[in-house]
């Protein structure tokens, strides 16, 4: 069974600082792995989609690495601003039919002080 | 339509009554996800249909709980003789086939049992 961690749980910076989140999984056999954002009270958004034979996507201010063998990815957030201030989710896909099912973390809940 | 649609965004229920949760996806999108998010828990996988293929009904927590896609559309999400412990935000997903595909999410349905 996929397990997937996320440390911290919460996380304050101040405005401009560069950062890294990290994300831990344990069965490496995966299809893909997505990274989501959820605002409070909201459904997520997606934010950046890895395939397994990927190393990196980059959107943006945004760029997710994965490293499918040891079982890690993190998401580089850039100049981080105020309006970063959110949950982010990370979910290795494993393959069910024709489609990867997600597996979540809990989340790291940044805030980003102005 | 432009996105996963959810309905009703919000529903209270009293214990032991029956709910109906409804998801409609992207138009087009073949694969379809039921999840639930508790109070401080991570994202919680319940069932997944994908085109005319038997459901992936391996992550449904009881027997109260069931799910249908009508036409490859339109899902219902069922939960018989609520209890407390069901209270949650479900989430529906949607998405296309294949690796380069990640999921879509609607807002969610707020389910409040007391």
């Known amino acids: 069974k996929q397990e997937v961690t996320q440390i911290p749980a919460a996380l304050s910076v101040p405005e401009g600082e560069n950062l890294v989140l990290n994300c831990s999984f344990t069965d490496s056999a995966i299809y893909n792995l997505q990274w989501f954002r959820q605002d409070p009270g909201k459904g997520l958004t997606s934010l950046l989609l890895i395939q397994s034979s990927q190393r990196e996507q980059t959107s943006g201010r945004l760029n997710a690495s994965l490293d499918k063998s040891s079982g890690r990815s993190t998401l580089y957030i850039a100049a981080s601003q105020p309006g970063d201030s959110a949950t982010y989710l990370c979910a290795p896909g494993t393959l069910s039919g024709a489609n990867s099912k997600l597996t979540f973390g809990k989340g790291i809940t940044l805030s980003v002080r102005p | 339509g432009a996105g996963v649609s959810q309905s009703p965004s919000n529903k209270v229920t009293e214990k032991g009554k029956d709910v109906e949760l409804r998801c409609d996806p992207i138009s087009g999108h073949t694969a379809l996800y039921w999840y639930r998010q508790s109070l401080g828990q991570g994202l919680e996988f319940l069932i997944y249909f994908q085109g005319n293929s038997a459901p992936d009904k391996s992550g449904l927590p009881s027997d109260r709980f069931s799910a249908e896609r009508t036409g490859g559309s339109v899902s219902t999400l069922t939960i018989q003789r609520t209890q407390q412990e069901d209270s949650a935000v479900y989430l529906c997903?949607?998405?296309?086939?294949?690796?380069?595909?990640?999921?879509?999410f609607g807002s969610g349905t707020r389910l409040t049992v007391v």
């Open positions: 997903a949607s998405s296309l086939s294949g690796a380069n595909y990640g999921y879509t």
